[in-house]
């Protein structure tokens, strides 16, 4: 997993609560074997109305995407967040999360950030103002910054999650970060138990 420190770039408005992992990315899309490739398929339904916020070029390559509350409900797929990720997201800004999404999301690198209804919309209404505008993620400090009108937000990140991305650990990372206390253990163990 890469690390995940400072993320700074535009934004996109999904102006949309319960979104979930179907409409992330529908269900036609998990039968390839490949892990790339999904992001041809994020939001696919959504994005055959021309006037869908993905459609419009004045957000194309934004980083962060700002959405309404209990995002990624639904069913486990962690090709949701492939599919983000692939697309271009490093960020998702909502109000909450589904707990499976959000999970998937610190074992694959992309941030959940949970901010208040409140500063979500007010995050709407200045990307609206002008897509152009730049938001920073430090998730070394915890807070959301939007530098052209001062804003400041602080988020909650638990240690070990923040942990994870700041160091870039996935589930293999943390283990092998134990590596010597494992030898130290296995060189301990009775030889009749490592044998077969």
């Known amino acids: 997993m890469k690390q995940v420190r400072i993320v700074s770039g535009r934004a996109v408005p999904l102006k949309r609560s319960d979104v979930d992992t179907d409409q992330i990315i529908p269900a036609e899309w998990l039968k390839r074997v490949e892990r ?29 995407l700002v959405a309404g509350p209990s995002f990624g409900v639904g069913s486990s797929r962690e090709h949701a967040v492939w599919a983000l990720q692939q697309y ?17 999301c610190t074992k694959n690198g992309l941030v959940p ?25 430090d998730v070394e400090r915890l807070v959301v910054e939007v530098p ?14 923040q942990e994870r991305f700041v160091n870039g650990l996935d589930d293999i990372g943390i283990t092998l970060s134990h590596d010597a206390a494992i030898g130290a253990y296995e060189s301990r163990r009775p030889a009749w138990l490592t044998s077969r």
């Open 113 to 137: 950030v949970v901010l208040d209804i409140g500063i979500v919309e007010s995050l709407w209404a200045t990307i609206e103002a002008d897509p152009a505008t730049d938001i920073t993620v």
């Open 88 to 104: 271009g997201f490093d960020v998702v800004i909502a109000p909450s999360f589904s707990d499976i999404f959000r999970n998937n």
């Open 148 to 161: 052209a009108t001062g804003a400041r937000h602080p988020f909650v990140l638990d240690a070990s999650t």
């Open 36 to 64: 790339t490739g999904f992001e041809k398929g994020l939001f696919s339904t959504w994005r055959d109305d021309r006037n869908f916020v993905l459609n419009d070029e004045r957000y194309a390559g934004a980083s962060i």
